[in-house]
């Protein structure tokens, strides 16, 4: 194989050193705000506008992954709610909403569009007529289980442009900042 034929030299850097030295647009909307209020510290915006930002292109691409299987990022939501609740999977409505963190209409929606299309079945419960139970199809059954697989795989990557240390490291951080928001 001679040079001209030869693959081009593999970067080596970590993903995360590559661009620590790239000016993003937080940085960019802080030296205008520091411009034009210097008498305000627009520093949080450097932790909680770029989490927004990410947060909106994980999103993104995360529902890409629901796409390929059919799904949207709620009607996977509540497929993977019932599949965490082990066989027979199923739980009942007002649990499905608390592990969904949906309300219940919004929970109604999302059950109707999944049932029509064989994914999910409701069911009354012995106890009382009026409460519902959601259970998975067997089809509903296979979509997540690809989907979830899929979901996996898509997070993994997202994470490998981190680095591993990087990753820990955020994983901790914002489970501490989360637990410290939820006790708020």
């Given amino acids: 194989?001679?040079?001209?034929?030869?693959?081009?030299?593999?970067?080596?850097?970590?993903?995360?050193?590559?661009?620590?030295?790239?000016?993003?647009?937080?940085?960019?909307?802080?030296?205008?705000?520091?411009?034009?209020?210097?008498?305000?510290?627009?520093?949080?915006?450097?932790?909680?506008?770029?989490?927004?930002?990410?947060?909106?292109?994980?999103?993104?691409?995360?529902?890409?992954?629901?796409?390929?299987?059919?799904?949207?990022?709620?009607?996977?939501?509540?497929?993977?709610?019932?599949?965490?609740?082990?066989?027979?999977?199923?739980?009942?409505?007002?649990?499905?909403?608390?592990?969904?963190?949906?309300?219940?209409g919004g929970l109604t929606k999302r059950i109707d569009r999944l049932e029509a299309r064989g994914f999910v079945e409701r069911r009354a419960e012995a106890s009382d007529a009026r409460r519902r139970t959601i259970r998975l199809t067997a089809a509903g059954l296979e979509v997540i289980d690809r989907a979830f697989t899929a979901h996996l795989a898509n997070e993994h990557a997202l994470l490998d442009d981190l680095g591993r240390d990087d990753a820990e490291a955020l994983r901790g951080i914002l489970a501490r900042w989360l637990r410290a928001l939820d006790a708020g």
């Fill in 1 to 104: 194989m001679d040079a001209a034929s030869s693959p081009a030299p593999r970067d080596r850097t970590d993903p995360a050193e590559r661009v620590a030295d790239t000016p993003d647009r937080v940085a960019e909307i802080q030296a205008e705000w520091l411009r034009e209020r210097p008498d305000l510290d627009p520093s949080p915006q450097g932790v909680i506008g770029r989490l927004h930002r990410v947060a909106l292109a994980l999103t993104e691409r995360l529902t890409e992954t629901y796409r390929e299987f059919g799904l949207t990022e709620g009607e996977f939501d509540v497929l993977a709610a019932l599949r965490r609740a082990g066989a027979p999977y199923e739980r009942a409505a007002g649990e499905l909403a608390d592990h969904t963190m949906i309300t219940t």
